[in-house]
């Protein structure tokens, strides 16, 4: 028996120690409530439930194959998603309740004095070599699979997906187009990617397995026994019932393997293509197998929100190097490597050049003093960059120890930014936004010459018409899930 809070959503079990401490009056309820982003996570974690209940009708409906791929991979992916969100808001309600009872969490070490920025991650230019036989894939021979692959992405709680793509003997290697961004994320991130792939049956291959077995048949046997077993198995086959000796299977739903996966972390971001190394997750006897050449190429970059946005800003007099009589009133903007100092604060939205520039970077030394000959500014800041054997100092003045205090604790923040980002930090990284993903279409079969014969129209009021209809449907409600599912997120 389990008893649930419904303000709080928080399950307790009864004649548990927890409920017993409610009891007692050691914990209040209250505790337990939802902080705003345990409340976000649980709406993301609503939402994905109710995805995976309109997955499960949509793939029962399903009469096509590309329509049930589509599906079980909406499937796979709300069951991942599902899983993440519970995992952490478990870990979160431990966190808060040890929190609150003045324990810490086994596994959490000391608190640390300073965290890292955030920032965006994003990959890019996704390729997966295949490795395909000679006879295959030069002399075309043997028979012609295809499969059904998509990657999976994630980072903390935050999973995504690419399209789904066809793959077969044809393709030299597996190409996504797509961009993938991570909005926040802290240098310590590790993106998992998990390739998968489902194993697409050829319809053709077995429409036509009865007429070989019946060509077969009537060449082994005699010539009129032949011909009677010929004529019965294409009436049976005619008339839309099953074949006498090969019986309709049941097709399930299609079924996604993990092919391949790594993990990817600070060290390979790079603003440019690099080459990492796949673990196959699939044996070479198990019918998922997919020939990967157990590499991956791609373009992984990231931008720490030091290297984009604005850390500090404020009134600043500058003295210039080589000029110690000379004092300039500025609006200093630390903004990445650089401190901007412009003539007025109006000039940054206007687009205008600063008056000039110090650069900030993991060389650069900074000290604090007071001069006592200035009244007015006597609180001063020196940044010193050494250019081969020349050393470059510039001296600003503060008008206050506070706004003083408040310069220094930005450029300290900055160099620990810039120590945890590492090469992110040497210069901007050009990320490109996604554009908005579109809903999937039915996936049409390509990489051949076979894929690419266009099939015979259905007659108005024929067999299949109804079949047709039928399949639209599904496709219009497969898209207008998916459509909602990207639109939400």
Request: proline fraction near 6%; hydrophobic fraction near 35%; aromatic fraction near 6%.
């Amino acid at each position: 028996m389990f008893s649930r809070n419904h303000r709080s959503r928080v399950t307790v079990a009864r004649g548990s120690a927890l409920e017993m401490e409610f009891k007692r009056g050691r914990f209040r309820l209250s505790l337990l409530s939802d902080p705003p982003e345990d409340t976000e996570l649980q709406r993301k974690l609503d939402h994905e439930i109710r995805m995976r209940e309109g997955a499960c009708k949509l793939l029962a409906a399903c009469s096509q194959r590309e329509q049930a791929l589509e599906a079980t991979k909406s499937l796979l992916v709300c069951n991942s998603r599902i899983l993440n969100y519970m995992g952490e808001l478990q870990r979160r309600k431990e966190a808060q309740v040890l929190k609150k009872t003045g324990r810490r969490p086994s596994d959490s070490g000391p608190p640390t004095e300073r965290s890292p920025c955030r920032g965006q991650i994003c990959i890019s230019d996704l390729r997966i070599p295949l490795m395909w036989k000679d006879t295959e894939y030069f002399k075309n021979k043997g028979d012609l699979h295809r499969w059904a692959v998509f990657l999976l992405l994630q980072i903390g709680e935050h999973i995504q997906d690419t399209e789904m793509i066809l793959v077969d003997r044809t393709l030299t290697d597996i190409s996504f187009q797509n961009n993938v961004l991570f909005a926040e994320a802290g240098p310590d991130f590790e993106l998992r990617l998990e390739l998968y792939g489902a194993c697409v049956e050829e319809e053709g291959a077995l429409a036509g397995a009865p007429k070989r077995l019946a060509t077969k048949l009537s060449s082994s046997l005699g010539r009129s026994s032949g011909r009677r077993v010929r004529a019965s198995l294409e009436t049976a086959g005619g008339s839309g019932s099953s074949p006498i000796l090969l019986p309709t299977p049941a097709v399930g739903g299609p079924r996604y393997h993990l092919l391949a996966h790594t993990t990817l972390t600070l060290a390979a971001v790079q603003d440019g293509f690099r080459t990492h190394d796949l673990t196959l997750a699939t044996p070479e006897e198990s019918p998922a197998w997919l020939p990967l050449y157990g590499s991956m190429c791609c373009r992984l970059v990231a931008q720490p929100l030091c290297m984009t946005q604005p850390t500090a800003s404020g009134t600043l007099r500058v003295q210039q190097a080589g000029e110690p009589r000379d004092w300039v009133q500025v609006h200093g903007v630390l903004k990445g490597t650089n401190l901007f100092c412009y003539r007025q604060p109006e000039d940054t939205d206007t687009g205008d050049e600063p008056l000039f520039t110090i650069a900030i970077n993991k060389e650069t030394q900074v000290r604090a003093g007071e001069l006592d000959q200035a009244a007015s500014w006597p609180f001063t800041l020196s940044i010193s960059n050494r250019y081969g054997e020349e050393e470059v100092t510039h001296t600003l003045q503060a008008e206050s120890r506070g706004a003083l205090q408040s310069w220094m604790e930005a450029l300290w923040q900055l160099f620990f930014d810039m120590s945890q980002w590492k090469q992110c930090c040497d210069e901007i990284m050009k990320i490109e936004t996604p554009a908005p993903r579109k809903p999937p279409q039915v996936l049409a079969k390509q990489g051949s010459l076979y894929h690419e014969m266009v099939s015979e129209p259905v007659a108005p009021g024929g067999p299949c018409e109804g079949l047709l209809l039928q399949d639209n449907a599904v496709s219009a409600e497969i898209r207008a899930l998916l459509s909602s599912s990207y639109t939400d997120r």
